[in-house]
């Protein structure tokens, strides 16, 4: 550094011209005097010495600067010309003066800074309390001034009244005065004590004031006595020392939360009282921002208690007699009789007992007499009401409805619902089968229903249910009407049935796979099943017990296995056994291979004979006698029922003549029935012509 500036400045020595001297800022220093930590009053003195070195010639003007606490703007400032030594002088040091000192010298572009110095000035001054009285009644104001004129700075001021703080300002000044209002009768002690830059004062010089009880308590009183009896008139007082006649003062008389009157000055209270009047009354006054008080209990004994109501007897059936009786039970023998004391009934707040009256009432229950019923009992001026009660006459059971709650399938239990369209709760119902009681519920309200379970093994037994209902000990239960509703009975036995029969099955004629399912009732639904597949063949849900699907022209791949399938709305599918049949050929193939072999074995016995007897010419009619052998049909071979006979031949089926309406229709079985007609007459001639065609 050191080098770097000789060079700089050999190097401005060969290029300015001579008019300024060069320097350099070797050092600067900072001393306190006399010390770093001082007592207060101490002439504080600081120092700051520089050495400069320089060429000689003119210097600049020198600039020292003193700061304090690190704060940027200096706490003082000097120019001079080439002193290497400046003082700054803190006469008679405060704990203000505490800090951290620096110094600083700026000579044209340069500056240096010092060290830091740390300074301490110990002690602060003691502050001194002035107050204006020392004798003053509760509530009264003082003027307090709190003194510590000798330091410098910012000082927080706190003043105490005994241990606890009661006033706190912060002052430029070196006081603060205020004024402190003193509650309660005692020796105050006040005191204060300031703080500056966290250093605590010690505390001031302690005075004491003298506050004396602000004798302004009222004085409750009641007249006649504090305990009086209903109907009494009672006057209250809050009288307070005479000598506040002219002071300026609220009083009120207040009891609980209620203020019954803002002003009593110079006034009382008046009220005829009722027993709820009794309670803790209070006069209370406030001057000064003081308040005092005085209580005192008042007893407003009952004249008579208050009445009760009281409807006998408790349930009470329409068209039953009833009572209502309304009576006070206390009375205050001193001052009435029980006879002074008049009663009046209400319903609905209209009065039910005109005239005089002795306390009951008797009526007969009915809508008429349903209603809210209150009473009071009076005397001359006080009167009393008693609870409001209400009165509803109940209505008694209506003859009751009896019916299944869901579904009923035969052999499985279902629930049975009683139920009375009228009838005040309770309401207790029996179930009745066969004339004996079986089960019994007590229904509390509206959402309360009778329910029971049951169960039948027949159709019919469903009408040996009934029910009763009551509700009254005085009237009989009503019956209900036997239970009716539709009996499921559950698909149980399903059978298959083939027609034609499994064996007699040819190819080109119709199959009906006819399912039954029992007495299961309608609507059944059935599914037909070809083994080895669990798609159904068909699906169809009807209004009867048994179903019939076709195969139309059935072929030999339609040879198999079938069941079939079926459940209603009180059961599960049930399944039925499995038929097997297999499709045969056709008659009619059979009979022309056995013409072909008859032809075949003709012509070798023709061919025999020419050869044996060598005669000529074949008879034609000899073939024919082959099919003659079968006669043409009756009108009777159409029926269906015939197709059961052993030796049923196609030509029956396919009956040319066959008149669709003489075809036998189960009734109510399926129209599918009606599908199984002859093909038409035309078409039986042309079958034997293309089958025998190529032959
Ligand atoms: C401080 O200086 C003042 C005058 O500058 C002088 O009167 C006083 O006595 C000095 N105080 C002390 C403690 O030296
Ligand atoms: C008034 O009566 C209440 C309850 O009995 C009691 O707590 C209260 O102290 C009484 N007040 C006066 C002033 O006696
Ligand atoms: C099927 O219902 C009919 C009446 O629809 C009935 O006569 C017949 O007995 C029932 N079949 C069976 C097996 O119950």
Not at 74 to 80: D, F, R
């Amino acid at each position: 550094m050191q080098a770097t500036r000789t060079c700089l400045l050999l190097l401005f020595l060969f290029t300015c011209r001579e008019t300024q001297s060069e320097f350099v800022i070797k050092n600067v220093t900072l001393f306190v005097h006399p010390a770093k930590e001082v007592e207060r009053g101490t002439n504080l003195t600081l120092t700051c010495n520089a050495q400069v070195s320089h060429t000689g010639g003119h210097l600049p003007q020198y600039t020292y600067n003193f700061y304090k606490d690190f704060k940027p703007k200096e706490l003082h400032t000097q120019k001079t010309h080439a002193v290497e030594q400046m003082n700054f002088s803190i006469p008679d040091a405060r704990a203000f003066d505490s800090g951290t000192y620096q110094c600083e010298l700026v000579i044209d572009q340069q500056k240096e800074n010092s060290q830091t110095a740390d300074v301490k000035v110990k002690g602060l001054q003691v502050p001194e309390l002035i107050v204006d009285k020392q004798r003053v009644s509760e509530g009264e104001r003082v003027s307090a001034t709190c003194r510590a004129e000798e330091e410098k700075g910012s000082l927080l001021f706190s003043f105490k009244d005994g241990t606890k703080e009661v006033y706190r300002q912060s002052s430029e000044s070196g006081h603060v005065q205020t004024l402190l209002q003193l509650r309660y009768a005692r020796i105050a002690r006040l005191s204060c004590s300031y703080v500056i830059d966290r250093l605590e004062s010690n505390v001031s010089n302690v005075v004491t004031v003298e506050v004396q009880e602000l004798d302004i308590r009222p004085n409750i009183t009641f007249q006649p006595s504090t305990e009086v009896i209903e109907g009494d008139t009672v006057q209250i007082f809050c009288p307070v020392d005479s000598k506040f006649q002219n002071s300026t003062f609220s009083l009120w008389l207040i009891k609980g939360r209620d203020i019954l009157k803002p002003d009593m000055k110079n006034s009382h209270y008046s009220k005829v009282v009722q027993a709820a009047d009794t309670g803790e009354y209070e006069c209370s006054t406030k001057m000064n921002s003081i308040t005092k008080t005085d209580a005192q209990n008042l007893t407003v004994k009952e004249l008579f208690s208050k009445p009760v109501l009281t409807i006998t007897p408790v349930g009470v059936f329409e068209g039953q007699p009833f009572n209502v009786i309304c009576k006070s039970s206390n009375f205050e023998s001193k001052r009435i009789r029980q006879d002074e004391v008049k009663y009046s009934i209400y319903r609905n707040e209209h009065l039910v007992t005109p005239g005089a009256f002795d306390g009951g009432y008797r009526d007969i229950a009915g809508t008429h007499t349903d209603g809210n019923y209150t009473c009071n009992a009076q005397t001359k001026n006080i009167i009393k009401w008693s609870q409001l009660q209400i009165f509803k006459a109940k209505t008694l059971v209506s003859r009751p409805v009896i019916e299944v709650v869901d579904k009923v399938v035969l052999g499985h239990p279902f629930k049975i619902h009683c139920r009375s369209e009228k009838g005040s709760f309770p309401i207790n119902y029996t179930l009745i089968r066969n004339h004996k009681p079986l089960n019994h519920y007590l229904s509390l309200h509206k959402d309360d229903q009778a329910v029971f379970s049951a169960d039948i093994t027949t159709k019919d037994e469903i009408h040996a249910y009934k029910c009763k209902a009551w509700n009254s000990q005085n009237s009989p239960p009503l019956m209900s009407e036997a239970l009716s509703a539709p009996v499921i009975v559950p698909v149980k036995k399903v059978s298959l049935q083939v027609l034609p029969r499994p064996d007699q099955v040819i190819e080109g004629t119709d199959v009906f796979l006819i399912c039954n399912a029992g007495n299961g009732t309608p609507p059944i639904s059935f599914n037909w099943y070809r083994l080895g597949s669990n798609m159904p063949l068909k699906s169809k849900t009807v209004q009867v017990n048994n179903s019939a699907h076709n195969l139309s022209a059935v072929s030999s791949e339609d040879s198999g296995t079938y069941y079939c399938e079926a459940f209603n709305n009180g059961s599960a599918q049930s399944q039925s056994d499995k038929v097997t049949f297999t499709v045969r050929m056709a008659h009619w193939k059979i009979g022309v291979i056995a013409a072909v072999c008859l032809l075949f074995l003709a012509l070798s016995v023709v061919v025999l004979i020419k050869y044996r007897s060598k005669r000529v010419g074949v008879d034609r009619s000899g073939e024919a006698g082959v099919w003659s052998r079968r006669p043409p049909d009756t009108g009777d071979s159409g029926d269906v029922v015939d197709m059961e006979e052993a030796n049923v031949e196609y030509t029956e089926v396919l009956h040319p003549q066959a008149d669709p309406t003489r075809v036998p229709l189960k009734k109510g079985t399926d129209t599918v029935y009606s599908e199984l007609q002859t093909l038409p007459q035309g078409e039986v001639h042309d079958y034997w012509t293309d089958r025998n065609g190529p032959d």
